[in-house]
């Protein structure tokens, strides 16, 4: 059997891979998994081959006799808060997220928002696989329903969960990218009604995205970090194509890392509780565990992908929770990572601490991160990483996700990729010198270890 579903739902180049036919039967796939007559909200980014996509899914629901309503194009948490407040059964979102305009992709919702866990994404692979579609009966067809004001009510769902007041009496001025995706349609506006001077960036919709590639990398926002300090803003924002991830700039004008915001994001909310959990991957920096022990909360850890996170968040009650590119998950309002969240959230810990970004982040440890591979064939990777969890079994070893070993100097994780014949060595330490010699020890000895 294939693998469809990767770590965000199913991904290629539009009309290519992410064609007609397989998004028909993604929706035949998906209509047959759900009880038939379940309601199925679909939206879409602003790619040029959204409409096509949309219109495929939603006849192949259709065909197995789900009940399917438009949002059209609306952020991914937007979708996500519409299927939860609405009474939706399932969400679908057509979205390939930060990837080039030439991607598109189809992610599926669950009915209470969040992402579709992999036990159902495998229940709906064996249906488009096994080719077992249910079709119903031409008098058991319905029409498509449409829903308006969708990403409006998002944003109305922020503003009942933060002080309104607090973050309009600083009247900032924030430089806001939103990468010419569907985060258009809703930070501007959010914003606003913050009582902030907006000045914004790529903010129309286009699905050939001329502003700059929507994954937001210091290269693609140079325009954003130069903007802020061009308009003395107090903080420059740049949120992906679907608007779930996003990066600060701050005042400065230094583009802040997704781990150091998560980390502050973190430390001050379990201050404010005086405790609590925050739960991440364990490839996140130390420095999020660092700062929120050292405001007195814990934290969790769990395997790689936001899905997982969001689940082990809502399995322990925990207060806060994402991972380290930027993806950030609000118990408070919803179990999914939220851009335009994360941002009112931000400003309201300036707003209340009276202490700019920068000041913030020079609160949070600073650790170097070094990335590397080694080259592994698919069939000795499991025995790879049991040796080297084994050799390093005397001292701190957790098997969360891969091999994580701590050392002296900092930790080491070795994950398998699931897509080709390599294995990650990423090292931590201190200093960049350290982590990088901390990562060419283990990859001699993973490179030991695969010729052996
Ligand atoms: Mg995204």
Redesign the pocket.
């Known amino acids: 059997m294939g693998k469809l579903f990767g770590t965000n739902g199913v991904r290629g180049v539009a009309n290519r891979d992410m064609n007609p036919e397989l998004a028909l039967k993604l929706g035949q796939s998906l209509g047959t998994f759900l009880p038939e007559g379940a309601r199925v909200l679909i939206a879409t980014d602003t790619r040029t081959s959204n409409e096509m996509l949309a219109s495929a899914l939603a006849a192949g629901l259709l065909s197995a006799g789900a009940r399917v309503t438009l949002a059209g194009v609306a952020t ?1 948490p937007a979708l996500q808060y519409a299927v939860k407040t609405r009474g939706f059964d399932a969400g679908a979102v057509v979205t390939a ?2 990837n080039p305009p030439e991607f598109n992709g189809i992610k599926f919702i669950d009915g209470d928002g969040t992402e579709f866990p992999a036990t159902k994404e495998d229940a709906v692979e064996k249906v488009y696989f096994d080719n077992a579609f249910r079709q119903v009966a031409w008098s058991a067809l319905s029409g498509v329903g449409r829903l308006e004001g969708v990403n409006e009510a998002y944003v109305d769902g922020i503003l009942a969960k933060v002080d309104v007041a607090a973050i309009r009496a600083r009247k900032f001025k924030i430089v806001l990218d939103t990468s010419n995706g569907a985060g258009g349609l809703t930070a501007p506006y959010l914003l606003t009604k913050l009582g902030c001077h907006v000045v914004t960036m790529n903010a129309q919709p286009d699905g050939t995205f001329p502003g700059h590639d929507s994954e937001p990398t210091p290269d693609n926002v140079k325009d954003l970090v130069k903007s802020v300090a061009a308009f003395g803003a107090d903080l420059g924002v740049v949120q ?3 608007a ?2 996003c990066v600060f700039v701050d005042e400065k004008g230094h583009y802040q890392y997704g781990d150091r915001t998560l980390a502050i994001i973190a430390g001050q909310i379990v201050r404010a509780k005086r405790g609590g959990t925050v739960v991440t991957p364990v490839s996140s920096s130390t420095a999020i565990e660092d700062y929120v022990k050292a405001n007195g909360g814990k934290v969790v850890y769990t395997r790689v992908g936001a899905p997982v996170v969001a689940r082990k968040m809502i399995e322990i009650k925990a207060d806060f929770g994402g991972e380290e590119n930027g993806g950030l998950i609000f118990p408070e309002f919803q179990y999914c990572r939220d851009a335009s969240m994360a941002l009112a959230k931000v400003l309201e810990i300036i707003a209340k601490t009276s202490k700019p970004l920068s000041a913030l982040a020079a609160e949070v440890p600073a650790y170097a991160l070094h990335k590397a591979k080694v080259t592994c064939p698919d069939a000795k990777k499991a025995a790879v990483l049991a040796a080297f969890a084994k050799a390093h079994a005397a001292g701190k070893v957790d098997t969360t996700d891969g091999v994580k070993v701590y050392t002296s100097e900092g930790w080491v994780l070795v994950r398998p990729s699931g897509t080709e014949p390599i294995v990650r060595v990423y090292a931590e330490a201190k200093t960049a010198e350290a982590a990088s010699a901390l990562a060419e020890k283990s990859l001699k000895e993973i490179q030991a270890l695969v010729n052996a």
């Open positions: 991914t997220s930060h992906d194509g679907d779930d991830r």
